[in-house]
């Protein structure tokens, strides 16, 4: 530990910078093709579902570092332009994992019962309209705590990054570990900032998930159902309980 001087610590803290950005870049473009794949695989016309279902299959089968490898060496050669390491990263990571995740889409939507789109049907809803104001607000509770397993997945799965030469955390390492000679200390403190970060991305999908659930199956407080409880006029003493005729008394 003495041996890491400042400036190997500042390759390790870069590092982790840059596997924060890869993890946050990767998860927003995973979410936005989880989303749309997972929503097409429970359309009604047959064949969106296989198309949806054959994106969910090739990607979901193949390498993310073989991929990652195409995008970069590969699909320049067929379209005469490259992307940098790190967005060729994100996309191969983000189409991978996306996949996975579209998934945990199709079986929250299908976990809804099925009344809830028959009610829906009979108030004349449009089939974005059941989807937006029926479906979701119940399904997306249910995804956040897989959506969260599949998060730490893609943060750990960033370290592929490294073999491309991305300054990622494990890039840092393998530096450090040369110059230093030491391989039991650094790699000890690289796994140690991997925990640290999982930690935050769990305590933070926690805090969403709990958001999430607040309101679920909870009745609306009195007050807003507009009722007012009538006032109580107290008795006298000794008051008579008859109520007297019209005729008045004999």
């Known amino acids: 530990m003495s041996d890491l001087t400042w400036g190997l610590w500042e390759l390790l803290l870069k590092g982790a910078w840059l596997t924060v950005q890869l993890t ?30 054959a994106y969910m299959e090739i990607f979901r089968g193949t390498s993310a570092l073989v991929l990652m490898f195409w995008i970069f060496f590969v699909l320049p050669v067929a379209l005469g332009w490259q992307l940098v390491p790190m967005w060729a990263a994100v996309l191969a990571l983000g189409l991978s994992y996306g996949a996975y995740g579209s998934e945990i889409v199709r079986g929250a939507l299908a976990a809804v019962a099925p009344a809830q789109q028959e009610a829906g049907i009979a108030l004349s809803f449009s089939p974005w ?6 479906v979701l607000p119940q399904a997306w509770p249910e995804m956040i705590p897989p959506a969260n397993n599949l998060l730490i ?4 799965g960033t370290a592929l990054v490294s073999i ?8 840092g390492a393998s530096l450090v570990r040369n110059a230093t000679g030491q391989s039991a200390p650094v790699y000890t403190i690289i796994l140690v900032m991997y925990f640290v970060l999982a930690f935050v991305l769990t305590r933070g999908m926690r805090v969403l998930e709990r958001h999430a659930k607040a309101g679920i199956g909870q009745a609306p407080p009195p007050k807003s159902l507009g009722m007012r409880r009538k006032p109580t006029v107290p008795r006298q003493a000794g008051a ?3 109520v007297p005729t019209a005729g008045g008394a004999s």
């Open 240 to 242: 008579s309980r008859d």
């Open 129 to 134: 309209q059941r989807l937006t104001k029926i």
């Open 164 to 171: 491309m030469g991305v300054a990622d955390i494990a890039f």
């Open 24 to 53: 946050v870049f990767s998860a927003l473009l995973g979410a936005t093709v989880a989303f749309v794949v997972g929503v097409a695989r429970t359309h009604r016309l047959r064949f969106v579902r296989f198309v949806s279902g």
């Open 153 to 156: 997945e893609l943060l750990k």
